[in-house]
């Protein structure tokens, strides 16, 4: 009897055990990750186990290595909350002087990467690293309790950016750290959803077999910070994407012009041109995905916030030109 | 055959990263180091050092790549000073506490404000809490020597600890003197491949490093890099011993220099040592009894030198090129700590001079000396005092 062969490796790199949230996003981002890497290895250099993982401090640091115990069965290093990217960059350095064969991934959270990283993350990308560097997007700092960071988007609730009598919630739009990313022109940059893991692992295999730098931004759910169900991460992580919340795109050679755009999903109707998207109209409101969110909850008192929220969307993707419609929920 | 070329001790640190074949170098320019690893590049572009260097974008990068190539397993090497050792401090207690044998080379400079780029050992003495050893050389002889010294003893098994070698701003990074390069076989003898006993970052044998601990484990990680310090002590005699019998130049944690019969007795640390020796010099032919006494290592302290040293004097005076608030110099409150359980000790007038890079002239150690003569003669002095301060501009 044929035996079907399992979508993914059944080999585990971030093993059970570790102390994530049930429920917690990032840490299945982090499994497809490694095994996406390691299907990756295999294909490119015969070896499943050729690449090393150099992470930032936050929460998916120190739900996996509490000393004396580790979920990692790779080999696995954390310096500091700032520098996963250059830290990644000495290891790489040092396997090309060992002459071992293989990538080396870099993991942050979006704090690690998005503001206090920044700076680590753009070196490492210019100097060209063979790494590939993947930002798990659970739009908050997570570790130290559910902060703001420049990755939290719009209206959101944190424990820094509270709703109150003259405050919506985080007032500024969401920093896209892919797009600043693809600007250093590196062979390839992509946002992927652990809503789509199918497409996920596909871009983590395509950026684990690219020769130098790569970013690879993921949103995942939190269901601590962001006060949504246990159970519904997948679900909530799609609606992003159906909604136009969030894009799916990959840049291959920082050729923003020729930015690949995938189609969302969910009923949105796609405009293209010469196979280019140049228009998206969703079919289901912004609303759908809100709701299912505590950090969001008071946004449903002022609507008019959550129109500004529209504006900004249509705005970010208008900047990878693409003109979206987002349709209003029906009264 | 050794060679002897006149350089700066930029140069001579750069040579002794070449001996000691790092595999990845990650550095930033900064005053007055820079030619460090201006002259690196030369060596890796000209095929004489077969090393990645990693230009990266700030000293924060620069030991945060060095952390993550030593925990891949291989030696590494950096050099900076001032801010640019105050912006790898948050890493340098990293690198000590996962046990990194990694080496800095640091032009000791001033810190801002106001900006200063000249010499005194604030920077690397701001360090010392870090678990980092730590070298002061007087000359670029020294500078390149330490480098050497320094490898063997981070590399030892019972340390296991990174170590920077302090050289001062200008005095020494940008003066030539003739230096003594060293054969490469005898330091490839002398240091030998790096080849850390446990697996790092290998794929075949997959390890964690860097996690968190709990309350249950962090105490006994600390008291490791303690353990470690206390093992240097002894590794670095042997280091010295090996290093002398190899190459010739002999080195001692506190090098004595006409100590026998002194009452006083002139402590400090790098070039300023030099100046120090000729002043004694100077005394002993007026026929005051003084001798002076140079820090070579400065981390781990070296107590048991410092309660031999205090055995000779009746005045210890400290030199220093740094302040510690309320307490006065750094080696003030050392040399207080070595010295405090003994039954009988020296007076100990601590003096702060040349900060910033104000030159020390024999004038100013006129002054500390009258301060040091007061005190043997048990006339109360301060026991922290500035000298050559221009009180007219305060
Ligand atoms: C220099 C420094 N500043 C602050 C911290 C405290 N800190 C640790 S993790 C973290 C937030 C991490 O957020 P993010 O990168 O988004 O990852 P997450 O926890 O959400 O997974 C902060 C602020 C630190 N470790 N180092
Ligand atoms: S707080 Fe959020 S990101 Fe952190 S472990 Fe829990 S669910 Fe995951």
């Known amino acids: 009897m044929a035996v079907r062969k399992p979508p993914i490796t059944t080999r585990e790199y971030w093993a059970p055990g570790h102390a994530a949230c049930a429920g917690c996003g990032c840490a299945t981002a982090l499994r497809l990750a490694t095994k996406a890497f390691s299907e990756a290895m295999e294909e490119k250099y015969g070896d499943p186990n050729a690449f090393a993982i150099a992470q930032a401090t936050g929460c998916m640091e120190v739900v996996s290595a509490v000393f004396p115990y580790t979920a990692w069965k790779a080999p696995w290093v954390h310096v500091a909350f700032e520098n996963a990217a250059a830290a990644a960059s000495g290891v790489e350095a040092a396997w090309k002087k060992l002459g071992r064969k293989g990538k080396i991934l870099a993991i942050g959270g979006d704090g690690g990467t998005a503001d206090i990283g920044?700076?680590?993350?753009?070196?490492?990308?210019?100097?060209?690293?063979?790494?590939?560097?993947?930002?798990?997007?659970?739009?908050?700092?997570?570790?130290?309790?559910?902060?703001?960071?420049?990755?939290?988007?719009?209206?959101?609730?944190?424990?820094?950016?509270?709703?109150?009598?003259?405050?919506?919630?985080?007032?500024?739009?969401?920093?896209?750290?892919?797009?600043?990313?693809?600007?250093?022109?590196?062979?390839?940059?992509?946002?992927?959803?652990?809503?789509?893991?199918?497409?996920?692992?596909?871009?983590?295999?395509?950026?684990?077999?690219?020769?130098?730098?790569?970013?690879?931004?993921?949103?995942?759910?939190?269901p601590t910070g962001w006060k949504s169900p246990l159970e519904k991460g997948v679900?909530?992580?799609?609606?992003?994407?159906e909604t136009g919340v969030w894009p799916l795109f990959e840049i291959e050679n920082g050729d923003i012009w020729n930015i690949k755009i995938q189609a969302p999903g969910g009923g949105a109707k796609v405009k293209r041109e010469g196979g280019r998207v140049v228009a998206i109209e969703f079919k289901k409101p912004i609303e759908e995905y809100?709701?299912?969110?505590?950090?969001?909850?008071?946004?449903?008192?002022?609507?008019?916030?959550?129109?500004?929220?529209?504006?900004?969307?249509?705005?970010?993707?208008?900047?990878?030109?693409?003109?979206?419609?987002?349709?209003?929920?029906?009264? | 055959m050794p060679i002897r070329k006149v350089m700066k001790a930029n140069e001579a640190a750069a040579w002794a990263a070449k001996l000691a074949k790092p595999?990845?170098?990650?550095?930033?320019?900064?005053?007055?180091?820079?030619?460090?690893?201006?002259?690196?590049?030369?060596?890796?572009?000209?095929g004489e050092l077969d090393a990645e260097f990693i230009k990266v974008e700030s000293e924060h990068s620069a030991i945060s790549a060095c952390v993550g190539a030593s925990a891949a397993g291989v030696r590494t090497f950096t050099a900076?000073?001032?801010?640019?050792?105050?912006?790898?401090?948050?890493?340098?207690?990293?690198?000590?506490?996962?046990?990194?044998?990694?080496?800095?080379?640091?032009?000791?400079?001033?810190?801002?404000?106001?900006?200063?780029?000249?010499?005194?050992?604030?920077?690397?003495?701001?360090?010392?809490?870090?678990?980092?050893?730590?070298?002061?050389?007087?000359n670029n002889q020294e500078a390149l020597d330490l480098i050497l010294i320094a490898y063997k003893v981070a590399e030892n098994e019972k340390v296991l600890l990174p170590a920077m070698v302090g050289f001062d701003a200008f005095i020494l990074t940008h003066t030539v003197e003739p230096v003594e390069i060293p054969d490469q076989e005898l330091v490839d003898?002398?240091?030998?491949?790096?080849?850390?006993?446990?697996?790092?970052?290998?794929?075949?044998?997959?390890?964690?490093?860097?996690?968190?601990?709990?309350?249950?484990?962090?105490?006994?990680?600390?008291?490791?890099?303690w353990e470690a310090n206390e093992n240097a002590r002894k590794v670095i005699d042997e280091a010295f011993a090996e290093f002398?019998?190899?190459?010739?130049?002999?080195?001692?944690?506190?090098?004595?220099?006409?100590?026998?019969?002194?009452?006083?007795?002139?402590?400090?640390?790098?070039?300023?040592?030099?100046?120090?020796?000729?002043?004694?010099d100077h005394l002993r032919e007026q026929g005051i009894k003084v001798g002076a006494a140079k820090m070579t290592v400065y981390r781990p302290f070296p107590i048991e030198e410092v309660r031999a040293l205090a055995k000779k004097a009746k005045?210890?005076?400290?030199?220093?090129?740094?302040?510690?608030?309320?307490?006065?110099?750094?080696?003030?409150?050392?040399?207080?700590?070595?010295?405090?359980?003994?039954?009988?000790?020296?007076?100990?007038?601590?003096?702060?001079?040349?900060?910033?890079?104000?030159?020390?002239?024999?004038?100013?150690?006129?002054?500390?000396?009258?301060?040091?003569?007061?005190?043997?003669?048990g006339e109360a002095v301060d026991e922290v005092n500035w000298i050559g301060l221009r009180k007219e501009i305060l």
Request: proline share 5%; charged share 25%.
């Open chain 1, 118 to 222: 920044m700076q680590a993350l753009s070196g490492m990308l210019e100097r060209w690293h063979n790494v590939v560097y993947l930002m798990y997007d659970n739009e908050a700092y997570m570790n130290t309790g559910i902060q703001r960071s420049s990755s939290t988007p719009y209206g959101a609730w944190t424990t820094t950016s509270p709703p109150g009598k003259y405050s919506i919630g985080e007032d500024k739009p969401k920093k896209w750290v892919a797009l600043i990313a693809a600007a250093h022109q590196v062979p390839y940059v992509a946002t992927a959803s652990i809503g789509n893991p199918f497409d996920f692992v596909k871009k983590m295999k395509k950026a684990a077999k690219v020769d130098g730098p790569a970013f690879v931004q993921v949103q995942c759910t939190c």
């Open chain 1, 235 to 241: 679900e909530i992580a799609r609606l992003a994407i």
């Open chain 1, 290 to 331: 809100l709701k299912l969110q505590g950090r969001f909850k008071h946004l449903f008192k002022q609507p008019e916030a959550i129109d500004v929220m529209r504006e900004q969307i249509k705005a970010m993707w208008r900047t990878i030109g693409v003109e979206v419609t987002l349709p209003k929920p029906e009264e």
């Open chain 2, 23 to 46: 595999k990845v170098i990650a550095a930033f320019p900064i005053t007055p180091s820079t030619l460090v690893p201006e002259k690196i590049s030369e060596f890796v572009a000209d």
């Open chain 2, 80 to 138: 900076t000073a001032s801010q640019g050792l105050a912006l790898m401090h948050e890493i340098l207690f990293i690198a000590a506490g996962m046990r990194l044998p990694i080496v800095i080379a640091v032009g000791n400079r001033s810190l801002s404000a106001p900006i200063n780029i000249w010499n005194d050992w604030q920077d690397t003495i701001s360090e010392r809490d870090t678990g980092w050893l730590q070298f002061y050389a007087e």
């Open chain 2, 189 to 225: 003898e002398f240091l030998g491949e790096y080849e850390p006993k446990y697996a790092y970052l290998d794929p075949a044998r997959p390890i964690t490093q860097g996690t968190l601990a709990f309350p249950a484990h962090y105490m006994e990680a600390r008291y490791t890099v």
């Open chain 2, 244 to 280: 002398e019998k190899k190459f010739g130049r002999k080195y001692q944690k506190i090098e004595e220099y006409r100590t026998e019969d002194a009452e006083i007795i002139f402590v400090t640390m790098g070039s300023l040592a030099g100046t120090v020796k000729e002043y004694v």
């Open chain 2, 315 to 377: 005045v210890l005076a400290l030199l220093e090129k740094n302040v510690t608030f309320s307490v006065g110099g750094a080696l003030f409150q050392d040399f207080s700590r070595a010295l405090i359980n003994e039954s009988e000790k020296p007076k100990i007038v601590d003096f702060i001079l040349g900060l910033g890079g104000r030159d020390v002239t024999f004038k100013d150690l006129d002054e500390a000396l009258a301060i040091a003569q007061k005190a043997l003669n």
